[in-house]
């Protein structure tokens, strides 16, 4: 989750420096869990047949179980971190003398990693390396009455704090050791319920190399790409995916909403964005929650929570689009109810969603948005890890692929029930969006300003080392010539000045003084230096009569 409860993860530097930030929603969670619906645990079991089903707490987190060390443990399932950590105690795990500190949004989890064996959907490893949190104090929020005790990192190992802190291939995250140890169906998929919706038969199910029973089809949903980061920022890489081309967001007035992706790999007219199942709310850039929020009657900034609220009677329409298929987003995800909060008279409100993104920003530009569970509760997803994966003999590259799960009518129908208690009041003249001229525009911070700034030129570290590596060249070039021409130069007047010392000396025995002027006597040096050389001693000894030339010219 980078995230409602986010890992230190992103790097934030040039070339060689490394340094992690801590993620964070803009505000906290509060879930209102109703007195007669109260949190428990999901049942605590396990699967054989590589599916599991997947708990719900009130829409904000999503949870499932594995084993380890022969004990059960409820764990929240999180494709945007890559690591596993667990509270407690866990029976016959090994020390590996390392340890380990993650900052969260909602408190620290440190603790020494250890080793044991490890079930999960089936599948099972007989020293899977954890991080053992032994103290969880520091946590904001009771996450076992929330559910869950724990974490598994579905995302990329390269992103594992656990893998870089352990030799070798010791430290690799639970699915990359799975896959390590399977040929094929590296794959997981994932379908997250939604609470509070009487028309939804969808349960949450969670699958490793297995499709859900009734959902086959999504294998002929289209193969969306991951875009992948460059090595040395890898630790930053997640599943990210590209929208459509110049409509990769169809807002409530049914238009694409226009914006320039901040990622310099992405094609022009389209956004990229990060599936997140352990980021409650979606973050999207600031142009587009405000094309979504800003536009309906009676919708409010607030500063205290840094997100929009909105009557809770207003039905907004928002559709994602990739790969050639459209993703609608069912009504009740594009806003909700379950926060408490209110407007600035005292009046309920319901919670904007799709929030600007701010702390989530990625400063090297690698993702404009993150898809979090309000958007991930609309498809049925299958992440195959493709070459991904440490050590594996997979050489494809990694693939997404999605399948819709929201019907438009079935969802305005739901709405209805839930939000206007059944009175079908959608089209009445309180909930019209407002002109494109009137639509409000939520504020900028001065820190998001300089986030831009900074961003404009990290996401180009690539372009700035070649450039920079250019003007070098062209630079020690430039020196290496001007040294060799004022080498040259220095030669020249050297020969000149012996030349003119030469010819211009002062009159002796007899001959002028003046230029130089090349001797035509036959006996002279001119004319000796001119003959050919002699080809053996014995033109010598004809010459000097035997004797050595060298010893008589002295």
Same mark, same amino acid.
């Given at each position: 989750?980078m995230h409602s409860f986010i890992t230190l993860s992103f790097v934030s530097s040039l070339c060689s420096t490394i340094s992690v930030l801590a993620l964070r929603i803009p505000f906290d969670v509060h879930v209102q869990t109703p007195a007669n619906n109260p949190t428990t645990h999901f049942p605590r079991q396990s699967s054989s047949n590589g599916i599991l089903p997947v708990g719900n707490t009130q829409n904000s987190f999503y949870y499932t179980n594995i084993m380890l060390g022969g004990q059960n443990i409820s764990v929240m399932l999180d494709t945007g971190s890559s690591?596993?950590?667990?509270? &407690?105690?866990?029976?016959?795990?090994?020390?590996?003398? #390392?340890?380990?500190?993650?900052?969260?949004?909602? &408190?620290?989890?440190?603790?020494?990693?250890?080793?044991?064996?490890?079930?999960?959907?089936?599948? #099972?490893?007989?020293?899977?390396?954890?991080?053992?949190?032994?103290?969880?104090?520091?946590?904001?929020?009771?996450?076992?009455?929330?559910?869950?005790?724990?974490?598994?990192?579905?995302?990329?190992?390269?992103?594992? #704090?656990?893998?870089?802190?352990?030799?070798?291939?010791?430290?690799?995250?639970?699915?990359?050791?799975?896959?390590?140890?399977?040929?094929?169906?590296?794959?997981?998929?994932?379908?997250?319920?939604?609470?509070?919706?009487?028309?939804?038969?969808?349960?949450?199910?969670?699958?490793?190399?297995?499709?859900?029973?009734?959902?086959?089809?999504?294998?002929?949903? /289209?193969?969306?790409?991951?875009?992948?980061?460059?090595?040395?920022?890898?630790?930053?890489?997640?599943?990210?995916?590209?929208?459509?081309?110049?409509?990769?967001?169809?807002?409530?007035?049914?238009?694409?909403?226009?914006?320039?992706?901040?990622?310099?790999?992405?094609?022009?007219?389209?956004?990229?964005?990060?599936?997140?199942?352990?980021?409650?709310?979606?973050?999207?850039?600031?142009?587009?929650?405000?094309?979504?929020?800003?536009?309906?009657?009676?919708?409010?900034?607030?500063?205290?929570?840094?997100?929009?609220?909105? /009557?809770?009677?207003?039905?907004?329409?928002?559709?994602?689009?990739?790969?050639?298929?459209?993703?609608?987003?069912?009504?009740?995800?594009?806003?909700?109810?379950?926060?408490?909060?209110?407007?600035?008279?005292?009046?309920?409100?319901?919670?904007?969603?799709?929030?600007?993104?701010?702390?989530?920003?990625?400063?090297?530009?690698?993702?404009?948005?993150?898809?979090?569970?309000?958007?991930?509760?609309?498809?049925?997803?299958?992440?195959?890890?493709?070459?991904?994966?440490?050590? &594996?003999?997979?050489?494809?590259?990694?693939?997404?692929?999605?399948?819709?799960?929201?019907?438009?009518?079935?969802?305005?129908?739901?709405?209805?029930?839930?939000?206007?208690?059944?009175?079908?009041?959608?089209?009445?003249?309180?909930?019209?969006?407002?002109?494109?001229?009137?639509?409000?525009?939520?504020?900028?911070?001065?820190?998001?300003?300089?986030?831009?700034?900074?961003?404009?030129?990290?996401?180009?570290?690539?372009?700035?080392?070649?450039?920079?590596?250019?003007?070098?060249?062209?630079?020690?070039?430039?020196?290496?010539?001007?040294?060799?021409?004022?080498?040259?130069?220095?030669?020249?007047?050297?020969?000149?000045?012996?030349?003119?010392?030469?010819?211009?000396?002062?009159?002796?025995?007899?001959?002028?003084?003046?230029?130089?002027?090349q001797l035509h006597d036959s006996q002279s040096t001119a004319s000796l230096v001119m003959q050919p050389m002699r080809g053996s001693t014995v033109d010598f000894e004809e010459d000097y009569g035997g004797k050595d030339a060298f010893t008589r010219s002295r």
């Open positions: 989750m690591d596993l950590w667990v509270t &407690g105690s866990i029976p016959g795990a090994t020390d590996t003398g #390392s340890s380990l500190k993650l900052s969260y949004a909602v &408190g620290t989890a440190a603790g020494d990693i250890y080793t044991a064996p490890f079930e999960f959907a089936g599948q #099972s490893v007989s020293d899977q390396a954890f991080l053992l949190v032994a103290n969880v104090s520091s946590f904001s929020t009771n996450i076992h009455s929330e559910g869950y005790d724990g974490l598994i990192g579905l995302g990329p190992n390269s992103g594992s #704090s656990i893998y870089k802190k352990l030799d070798g291939n010791s430290g690799n995250n639970p699915i990359n050791r799975i896959f390590e140890q399977t040929s094929s169906n590296d794959y997981i998929t994932m379908m997250l319920s939604r609470k509070g919706d009487p028309g939804s038969n969808i349960t949450g199910q969670f699958t490793i190399g297995e499709l859900v029973p009734g959902f086959e089809n999504i294998t002929s949903m /289209p193969h969306l790409s991951i875009e992948k980061v460059y090595r040395v920022t890898n630790v930053d890489q997640h599943w990210q995916i590209v929208t459509d081309k110049n409509n990769g967001i169809i807002g409530p007035d049914g238009q694409p909403i226009k914006y320039s992706s901040i990622a310099p790999k992405a094609p022009d007219g389209t956004i990229v964005g990060v599936l997140d199942s352990g980021f409650t709310l979606p973050q999207v850039p600031r142009t587009v929650s405000d094309a979504i929020y800003g536009r309906v009657q009676g919708a409010e900034w607030s500063v205290a929570n840094e997100a929009w609220l909105v /009557p809770c009677g207003q039905l907004i329409n928002v559709t994602f689009n990739f790969g050639g298929v459209s993703y609608p987003i069912h009504p009740l995800d594009v806003s909700s109810s379950d926060f408490g909060v209110t407007f600035s008279n005292g009046n309920p409100a319901c919670l904007g969603t799709f929030q600007p993104v701010t702390s989530a920003f990625s400063l090297l530009g690698e993702y404009d948005m993150i898809l979090g569970m309000a958007f991930l509760r609309n498809t049925y997803t299958l992440i195959n890890y493709g070459n991904f994966i440490t050590g &594996g003999s997979n050489s494809n590259n990694p693939y997404v692929q999605l399948l819709p799960l929201t019907n438009i009518e079935s969802a305005v129908n739901d709405f209805i029930q839930v939000r206007l208690n059944g009175q079908n009041t959608i089209n009445s003249s309180q909930y019209a969006l407002l002109p494109a001229s009137q639509e409000q525009h939520s504020p900028e911070s001065a820190a998001e300003k300089k986030q831009a700034y900074e961003e404009l030129v990290l996401s180009r570290w690539p372009y700035i080392i070649v450039g920079g590596l250019v003007l070098m060249i062209l630079l020690i070039s430039y020196c290496v010539w001007r040294r060799c021409c004022r080498r040259k130069r220095m030669a020249k007047k050297a020969a000149k000045k012996a030349a003119q010392q030469n010819g211009g000396a002062a009159s002796v025995d007899g001959f002028k003084s003046g230029p130089y002027a």
